[in-house]
T-cell receptor, first 112, second 115 residues
Framework: AQSVAQPEDQVNVAEGNPLTVKCTYSVSGNPYLFWYVQYPNRGLQFLLKYITGDNLVKGSYGFEAEFNKSQTSFHLKKPSALVSDSALYFCAGLDSNYQLIWGAGTKLIIKP | EADIYQTPRYLVIGTGKKITLECSQTMGHDKMYWYQQDPGMELHLIHYSYGVNSTEKGDLSSESTVSRIRTEHFPLTLESARPSHTSQYLC??????????????FGPGTRLTVT
């Protein structure tokens, strides 16, 4: 079965430190992978995607994600966290029917 | 911000009432989706549409219905609201797959409370 997993319910990081939010996938064919962010009482905002090409993908708000085929991972990263980065982050992958499969979400808390 | 709109943003309604949640997009996207999300929790796909006159049920069983008479409009209707329907409802749209652009764009959501 195709799936996307986010192994951490919550990640806590001090402001200014690097952050990583983990995602692993199991999809058929070439993986198309996405990261979204959700701020309180808002819809989801698209951050970045991997379709093909460079394994390091850059996106909005200084975020980037590293695609690792051998580890079937697509971790979201940022070199220096801001308090305003605190939000709910979702990883998603495209299945064989071109539908998005969603991870369960990871709550990111950045402490001043 | 994507051009996708949902109304109302918040709705409190009594049990047994019929409600329609509105969703419109101005991007000309063929595919549209409805998700149900409890606060801070994962997304559950309840309906989607490939285009006009196309509607499909998603992974999560839902008592709601949808229609797609116009490309830009994808309303969701609950014939008889129940407290178990209390949740946030998110509408999204995406390009037709032939473009290679698969990301979905989301509206701000409707937070529904059924008393």
């Amino acid at each position: 079965a195709q799936s996307v997993a986010q192994p951490e319910d919550q990640v806590n990081v001090a402001e200014g430190n690097p952050l990583t939010v983990k995602c692993t996938y199991s999809v058929s064919g070439n993986p198309y992978l996405f990261w979204y962010v959700q701020y309180p009482n808002r819809g989801l905002q698209f951050l970045l995607k991997y379709i093909t090409g460079d394994n390091l993908v850059k996106g909005s708000y200084g975020f980037e994600a590293e695609f690792n085929k051998s580890q079937t991972s697509f971790h979201l990263k940022k070199p220096s966290a801001l308090v305003s980065d605190s939000a709910l982050y979702f990883c998603a992958g495209l299945d064989s029917n071109y539908q998005l499969i969603w991870g369960a979400g990871t709550k990111l808390i950045i402490k001043p | 911000e994507a051009d996708i709109y949902q109304t109302p943003r918040y709705l409190v309604i009594g049990t047994g009432k019929k409600i329609t949640l509105e969703c419109s997009q101005t991007m000309g996207h063929d595919k549209m989706y409805w998700y149900q999300q409890d606060p801070g929790m994962e997304l559950h796909l309840i309906h989607y549409s490939y285009g006009v006159n196309s509607t499909e049920k998603g992974d999560l069983s839902s008592e709601s219905t949808v229609s797609r008479i116009r490309t830009e409009h994808f309303p969701l209707t609950l014939e008889s609201a129940r407290p178990s329907h209390t949740s946030q409802y998110l509408c999204a749209s995406s390009e037709e797959r032939g473009t290679g652009l698969y990301e979905q764009y989301f509206g701000p959501g409707t937070r529904l409370t059924v008393t």
